[in-house]
């Protein structure tokens, strides 16, 4: 029913129920509701990676249960509530699933990312060297890397089954799901990301930038997937930000760095990751949690079956 490394991180789950499986969560169809089970399961450069990060998957589900508890610009999202005991059946150990599950409402997700970017770092910064703009937003001339902008900016981008999604104009997003939906979508996601990053800096970690997903629900329109997590966001430690460079983050920074320096060609099979990257990975996400939220993640015991 679950599936470890050798290192203990969980990288699937196989219950009793319709399943669909994503980069990170499996999704799990009860009817009414999903069931999300976020596992440590780790992507980067559109390759989920043969090893995990211990305690990823309840890191990313406690930070965003804390999110849509914390931001009132989030009150309409898709959570529901956490595990019942009595779901499943009884010859199913459920400490595998224990701060890692989320019950939520289905939704016609918007086939959009929506992306809010307070500073100028990743697919960003390519696309302002190479025209001046982001999407379709023009921006001062003379910024660099990791500049923060004068405003943020709503930049969307197309959602991808497979490789990277694509940056696109909100013109674009408005011609293909009506411009009034458009306007809600950047309203709101403006709204979210700059109440985040007024807490978020209150707690000494940056913003750069997130990526929301929405969905419709009974005519309503609500958040969806994960918010504001380390694997969606990019958290910066506010007391070394330094412009010019890329900054340390609270995120795959590790893993990248690694794949990067391996020699891995990114087109086969990807390396196992060496367990000093797994470890001082792991402590990024455990940090950031406890920085945002002033606790730490619970110790629950494990159970392999």
């Known amino acids: 029913m679950f599936h470890y490394d050798s290192g203990g991180a969980l990288l699937g789950t196989n219950l009793p129920f319709p399943r669909r499986s994503g980069k990170v969560r499996d999704v799990y169809d009860l009817g009414d509701r999903l069931m999300i089970v976020s596992t440590d399961r780790i992507s980067a450069f559109d390759h989920v990676l043969p090893n995990g990060i211990p305690d990823k998957g309840r ?16 009150r309409h999202h898709w959570l529901t509530g956490e595990l019942p005991p009595n779901i499943l059946p009884d010859f199913i150990d459920p400490r595998p699933l224990v701060g890692r599950t989320m019950l939520v409402r289905k939704a016609q997700v918007v086939p959009y990312e929506c992306v809010v970017r307070g500073y100028l770092e990743g697919s960003g910064l390519k696309e302002y060297r190479e025209t001046g703009s982001v999407c379709g937003i023009p921006l001062p001339p003379g910024l660099k890397q990791c500049d923060r902008l004068p405003e943020p ?72 997937d994960e918010a504001l997590t380390p694997d969606s966001s990019r958290f910066w430690p506010a007391e070394h930000y330094s412009p010019g460079h890329p900054q340390p983050s609270f995120d795959k920074q590790f893993v990248r760095e690694w794949l990067m320096a391996s020699g891995w060609d990114r087109e086969s099979a990807p390396p196992t990751l060496p367990i000093d990257v797994v470890l001082r990975t792991r402590e990024k996400y455990l940090e950031a949690y406890q920085l945002l939220t002033g606790r730490t993640v619970p110790s629950i015991p494990s159970a392999r079956a």
Not at 163 to 168: A, K, Q, R, T
């Open 153 to 224: 900016i709503f930049t969307p981008a197309t959602k991808a089954e497979t490789g990277h999604d694509m940056n696109v104009s909100w013109d674009h997003m408005a011609k293909e799901i009506g411009t009034m939906l458009a306007q809600r979508l950047r309203d709101l996601s403006l709204d979210i990301f700059r109440q985040a990053s007024r807490y978020a800096e209150t707690r000494g970690i940056l913003i750069a930038d997130t990526k929301f997903e929405f969905g419709l629900a009974d005519d309503d329109l609500i958040l969806v």
């Open 59 to 74: 890191v990313l589900t406690a930070t965003s249960e804390f999110w849509f508890g914390h931001l009132r610009g989030i």
